[in-house]
């Protein structure tokens, strides 16, 4: 069965301070790996796709990378608008499906 | 792009009522449809998917059920609540190739 793991569940930063979340799955086969940004009260903001091993994407202060167990979601000096649940998920293998983690907490201080 | 449409945005109903909540899709056709039920601490569970007009496909068994009547739309019923199908109720829509974006959601509270 997939599985997805994030951690941690929640992460406190001050303003201008770089971190890292972390999604680790177990998936026979990726077919791809999903960031989303969630609001509290609102749908999930899709960030990026990551298909296979060593691929990396970058937004504005966030940047998505990739290995064969996990992926890490690199936040570099953020602000206090970063302050969101971050949501990672793997694609079924049915191809249709997407299995989600728990999410990260995420809280920018000024 | 696409966007998703969902109502209401909140919804308080008891016991035992029925419930229906509609999805549509704009800018995109015969998209892949979605519903997702978000429980506090429990994440985002899928519900059900379509990949064509009429065709429904469960994910879990529970009190409620979908259906796609028209291309872009998509719509979540139940024919009486329990008080387990409170949550927050997201519907979602395929871009490319496998990107799901999702609506601003239904808050459901069953009293």
């Known amino acids: 069965e997939d599985q997805v793991t994030q951690s941690p569940e929640a992460l406190r930063l001050q303003e201008g301070e770089s971190s890292s979340l972390n999604c680790s799955y177990t998936?026979?086969?990726?077919?791809?790996l999903f960031w989303y940004r969630q609001d509290p009260g609102k749908g999930p903001e899709f960030l990026f796709t990551l298909y296979s091993a060593g691929e990396e994407k970058e937004k504005e202060r966030l940047k998505a990378t990739l290995t064969k167990k996990e992926s890490f979601l690199h936040i570099t000096a953020p602000k206090p608008e970063d302050s969101a649940t971050y949501l990672c998920?793997?694609?079924?293998?049915?191809?249709?499906?997407?299995?989600f983690g728990k999410g990260t907490s995420l809280l920018v201080t000024p | 792009s696409q966007t998703i449409h969902q109502w209401p945005a909140t919804l308080v109903q008891p016991v035992g009522s029925p419930l229906s909540l509609e999805c549509t899709v704009e800018g995109t056709s015969n998209p892949n449809l979605y519903w997702y039920r978000q429980a506090a601490g429990r994440g985002l569970q899928l519900l059900f998917y379509s990949v064509g007009i009429g065709q429904i496909s469960s994910e879990v068994p529970q009190n409620l059920s979908a259906s796609r009547p028209q291309d872009r739309q998509f719509i979540l019923s139940s024919k009486k609540l329990l008080l387990s199908d409170s949550g927050f109720y997201l519907c979602?829509?395929?871009?490319?190739?496998?990107?799901?974006?999702f609506g601003p959601g239904t808050r459901l509270t069953v009293t």
């Open positions: 998936v026979s086969g990726l077919r791809g």
């Open positions: 979602a829509g395929t871009g490319s190739p496998y990107e799901q974006y």
């Open positions: 998920a793997v694609l079924s293998n049915s191809g249709y499906a997407l299995n």
